[in-house]
C-alpha cells in the first residue's frame, strides 16, 4: 500500500522568506501524481500543486514549486517570497488511476509578519 | 481549477435524527467523488468512495448503514448519516475526481461541519 509522510509537524517562515516542506511517498507503482494541498483555518482544501511522475521537469505555480525526486520518492514544496495568507495546514498526496488519495499528516505552517 | 460545492456547510441536529449532505461537481462530470471526515488538527480520513450508478465502496471501520452513500448522477453524491449521534459530530469533505486531457486531480467541497446535540 502506499504511504505518505510529511515529517515536519509544524514550520515557520518569515514574511517575503522562502520555505520547503518535505513529503516522502512510497509506491511500488511506476505512473502516479503527487499534489500539494493547503489547508486554511476555513477548512477548505485548495489545491496548490499537482506533478506527473513521468514528468522528469518540476512543476512550479507563481511562488509555488516542487522538487520532485521519483528515485527518492521525495517531493518537496517550496514556497518563494512567503506572504502572511500563506500560512495554513499543507497536505501531501498521492494519487493514481481511480484510487482515493493517500495523504500525509500535515504540516502546519505559521508566517511571521 | 475546478468547483465542487457542499451543501450544507453548517448543521446542527439532535440525537437520533437523520441528515444528508450533498456534494457537487459544478462544471465537470464525476464518475468518482469521495467522502471524507476530518477530525480537528488531524489528516482527512477517507469513508468511502462513491461512483455514480454503483454501490459506494467503504472503509474499513466505517458503517455503511450509518453513513449513506448515493451517488445517482454524474454532478452529484450526497452522504446521509443515519440516526446521528453526538459521536459523529465532525467536519466532512468531499472531493470530485476530474480527469481531462488525461490528467487527473481531484477538487474538493468547502466541507460540512455537523454538530449532533
Known amino acids: 500500500a502506499q504511504t505518505v509522510t510529511q515529517s515536519q509537524p509544524e514550520m515557520s517562515v518569515q514574511e517575503a522568506e522562502t520555505v520547503t516542506l518535505s513529503c516522502t511517498y512510497d509506491t511500488s507503482e511506476s505512473d502516479y501524481y503527487l499534489f500539494w494541498y493547503k489547508q486554511p483555518p476555513s477548512r477548505q482544501m485548495i489545491l496548490v500543486i499537482r506533478?506527473?511522475?513521468?514528468?522528469?521537469q518540476n512543476a512550479t505555480e507563481n511562488r509555488f514549486s516542487v522538487n520532485f525526486q521519483k528515485a527518492a520518492k521525495s517531493f518537496s514544496l517550496k514556497i518563494s517570497d512567503s506572504q502572511l495568507g500563506d500560512a495554513a495546514m499543507y497536505f501531501c498526496a498521492y494519487g493514481g488511476g481511480n484510487t482515493p488519495l493517500v495523504f500525509g499528516k500535515g504540516t502546519r505552517l505559521s508566517v511571521i509578519a | 481549477g475546478a468547483v465542487v460545492s457542499q451543501h450544507p456547510s453548517w448543521v446542527i441536529c439532535k440525537s437520533g435524527t437523520s441528515v444528508k449532505i450533498e456534494c457537487r461537481s459544478l462544471d465537470f462530470q464525476a464518475t468518482t467523488m469521495f467522502w471524507y471526515r476530518q477530525f480537528p488538527k488531524q489528516s482527512l480520513m477517507l469513508m468511502a468512495t462513491s461512483n455514480e450508478g454503483s454501490k459506494a465502496t467503504y472503509e474499513q471501520g466505517v458503517e455503511k448503514d450509518k453513513f449513506l452513500i448515493n451517488h445517482a448522477s454524474l454532478t452529484l453524491s450526497t452522504l446521509t448519516v443515519t440516526s446521528a449521534h453526538p459521536e459523529d459530530s465532525s467536519f466532512y469533505i468531499c472531493?470530485?475526481?476530474?480527469?481531462?486531457?488525461?490528467?487527473?486531480?481531484?477538487?474538493f467541497g468547502p466541507g460540512t461541519r455537523l454538530l449532533v446535540l
Open positions: 506533478q506527473e511522475a513521468y514528468k522528469q
Open positions: 472531493s470530485a475526481r476530474d480527469y481531462r486531457d488525461y490528467q487527473e486531480t481531484q477538487y
